[in-house]
């Protein structure tokens, strides 16, 4: 994603992103009713969150038309899935990253056969193996002809199991573009959705984004358009 835009997803959910975008900004140009201008301008922050931390955990693959978990299995509240991600990030900040796995995984089918139909070279093949753990790895190398791979989950000297980092460094670079000021305007666009359905007074709607005064409804346009500008970077859109 670009510099600004904290939205990380699959090629499937830019897709979606890609079309709410250019949806709201012709509900956003062509809608005088202040209700809809700011709902709209809503669903798209409220999306990208929700993509953010589905995606962000892995679950995206599990999603299908009949069963969105961006709406079954995260919290329902916006504060809620913004607070999840801040826990999220600083909980996985301070974990530490797996190792690398070292262990050659051949298949016992595979080996079977190269033993079966060339001999010879599958003790070349084997002493391959044992020669790169002795040069690469040689501290997994008790005597020779044998190999010991220590598990990876566990620490060696206490048996503890060990918890490592289960989200990208992209997931951590993308998320921390959620910052104060960005959480600041998103809660308040959040506020001002939240009265929108439930009042006819738009005098509520505006003067929850601070606009007073005349031509309220243009500057409201202008307001939305640069709140998921500023947040989302949809100009590149």
């Known amino acids: 994603m670009c510099e600004k835009n904290p939205l990380y997803t699959t090629q499937e959910g830019f897709l979606i992103f890609e079309d709410l975008v250019k949806e709201s900004k012709i509900t956003i140009d062509n809608n005088d009713n202040p209700r809809i201008i700011v709902i709209q301008t809503w669903l798209i922050i409220d999306f990208s ?46 974990l530490k990253a797996k190792s690398v796995d070292r262990r050659i995984r051949w298949s016992f089918e595979f080996l079977k056969f190269i033993k079966e139909d060339s001999p010879e070279f599958y003790l070349k093949l084997m002493k391959y193996e044992q020669d790169y753990y002795k040069k690469l790895h040689p501290e997994c190398v008790k005597k020779p002809g044998t190999v010991y791979m220590p598990n990876l989950d566990y620490d060696i000297i206490t048996n503890k199991k060990i918890n490592y980092r289960s989200v990208t460094d992209e997931w951590l670079e993308a998320v921390e573009k959620i910052d104060d000021d960005w959480t600041k305007i998103a809660k308040r666009i959040n506020r001002a959705r939240n009265k929108a359905p439930h009042s006819s007074d738009c005098d509520v709607i505006y003067g929850e984004l601070g606009l007073k005064g005349k031509d309220r409804l243009l500057r409201l346009k202008e307001k939305c358009k640069k709140i998921l500008n500023d947040l989302l970077d949809i100009n590149n859109i």
């Open 49 to 94: 969150i929700r993509e953010i931390l589905i995606t962000g955990l892995g679950l995206s693959r599990f999603i299908v038309d009949d069963l969105d978990l961006r709406d079954y299995l995260l919290p329902r509240g916006f504060y809620n899935c913004i607070e999840l991600i801040e826990k999220i990030k600083k909980t996985q900040k301070s």
